[in-house]
């Protein structure tokens, strides 16, 4: 198979987009479809102070890297979740990518939060999962806050992205569904926050990992067996390789098509946020998800 760009032998295929590429016209491949999420959704500009959430996986990593090379003002963060056997590993291959292609790196251990994970799974009566991620969101947010970033730069990529929309459409999660997308503005109390790789799969930012050289993380956190977004992948999986192109196709369409009605309906029947009265977080409620957790946490 030869390059659709340059003619030379093809060393990645990507059926999705009918093509082929070789090495060096790959990396630039990837790249277009970084700066084409970016320009047709404004998310950055040169003059952003970016945050990237970094985790040790491809995504977090390729993403870091991408903008950097993009000329962006990149600091990564890593929150070290204390999860044995997955955590330690996490941290070094991120600080290790972080010293190669030196990109400044900031590191916030949440055990020193009280909130360490295995002890949050033995108090917590809820999908851990889903209290893993609120932790890191609210952790994300305020140390771009409080450090003067601009923006949050997240590696959600294609695959991520679509079994969200997927699931969220399932159960017309309404609320989920208005602010699904590459980008969330800064508004009451959040940072803004960007997904650059919303147009690129797994597979893609794994070929960027390889052909770039970052090592990185790839076995599945140890508590997120059962998981429905694991599920739910292996269906839009199976549907890409009958008709390739689809999973793009939907959330494009979604998009430019989805997303401003129920954007619409959410501003109607939307609940009002205010400050946390215990750390200022925005929430609905009395306290913020966070400080609820941090309560049943200091019980003893």
Not at 40 to 54: E, G, P, R, S, Y
Not at 61 to 74: C, K, S
Not at 91 to 117: M, V
Not at 280 to 289: H, I, M, Q, R, V
Request: glycine fraction near 8%.
């Amino acid at each position: 198979m030869k390059c659709r760009r340059c003619k030379k032998q093809a060393v990645v295929a990507l059926p999705g987009h009918n093509t082929a590429f070789c090495a060096e016209c790959y990396l630039l491949f990837f790249k277009r479809q970084v700066e084409k999420a970016i320009k047709d959704h404004k998310l950055l500009t040169q003059k952003d102070k970016i945050l990237v959430a970094i985790s040790g996986g491809k995504d977090s990593l390729a993403l870091a890297w991408q903008l950097a090379n993009l000329g962006y003002d990149v600091t990564g963060l890593h929150i070290d979740l204390a999860i044995p056997g997955s955590s330690e590993q996490a941290r070094e291959l991120t600080t290790s990518f972080c010293k190669n292609f030196n990109i400044e790196l900031k590191i916030l251990e949440i055990k020193n939060e009280g909130l360490a994970i295995p002890e949050v799974k033995k108090r917590i009566r809820r999908p851990i999962c889903s209290v893993c991620g609120q932790i890191k969101r609210y952790f994300f947010n305020k140390f771009a806050l409080d450090h003067g970033f601009t923006v949050l730069a997240t590696g959600h990529n294609l695959d991520d992205e679509v079994a969200r929309l997927f699931s969220n459409t399932l159960r017309w999660d309404t609320a989920h569904l208005s602010d699904q997308g590459p980008l969330l503005p800064a508004e009451n109390g959040f940072v803004r926050k960007v997904k650059p790789l919303y147009r690129l799969t797994e597979f893609e930012t794994a070929n960027l990992c390889y052909l770039v050289g970052i090592e990185y993380g790839f076995a599945p956190c140890p508590y997120s067996t059962g998981a429905s977004f694991t599920y739910y992948k292996r269906l839009l999986e199976e549907l890409e390789f009958k008709q390739p192109g689809r999973k793009l196709q939907f959330y494009e369409g979604f998009l430019n098509r989805g997303q401003k009605g129920f954007k619409l309906l959410e501003q109607k029947q939307g609940q009002e946020l205010t400050p946390c009265p215990e750390c200022g977080y925005p929430t609905s409620e009395e306290l913020c998800g966070i400080c609820r957790i941090k309560k049943v946490m200091e019980k003893i």
